[in-house]
């Protein structure tokens, strides 16, 4: 196994593993991108996401696509983990346990002071891998989403 950096020409493995993701979650119909707009979001000059993956004998059997986001009350950029995602036939061999790993590393390294990230409230087994790990639930926040129509027609 091998936990690397995502590389041009990994869009349509990492598209293929996002598809995957959103039929674990019962939400398939919900994917609108495609690779190129992943290959626009992670390889241009100043990529918006990046993407780690757990490669195995060349085969891309995991991913773990993140971004940046900010703390005011840190003044500290963080990581925000978006998709965290191993193929079902791969899992229990800890791949995505080496991409947590990796991404922890990679905000210890460059003085991000904060690694999160949401799971689905049916998904228990990612729940208790994170509790194990010392990951803290967020319970007193309230997620908000403006998209689609309620997007546009606030932004009147």
Not at 1 to 15: C, K, N, P, Q, T
Request: aromatic content about 12%; overall charge negative.
């Amino acid at each position: 196994m091998i936990i690397r950096e995502a590389v041009l020409g990994d869009e349509e493995a990492i598209m293929h593993l996002i598809h995957e993701l959103a039929i674990y979650e019962k939400a398939p119909d919900d994917v609108f991108a495609n690779a190129s707009d992943i290959r626009d979001s992670l390889f241009q000059e100043h990529p918006v996401a990046f993407c780690h993956v757990a490669e195995v004998q060349g085969q891309v059997v995991g991913i773990a696509l993140w971004f940046l986001n900010y703390s005011t009350w840190l003044g500290k950029p963080g990581l925000y983990l978006e998709d965290l995602f191993v193929l079902p036939e791969h899992r229990g061999n800890g791949y995505g346990m080496a991409l947590l790993k990796k991404l922890a590393a990679i905000a210890v390294e460059r003085g991000y002071e904060r690694f999160q990230w949401w799971v689905l409230d049916w998904n228990q087994p990612s729940i208790d891998l994170y509790k194990q790990i010392g990951a803290e639930p967020m319970d007193e926040w309230t997620t908000f989403r403006l998209s689609g129509d309620a997007l546009r027609k606030f932004a009147e």
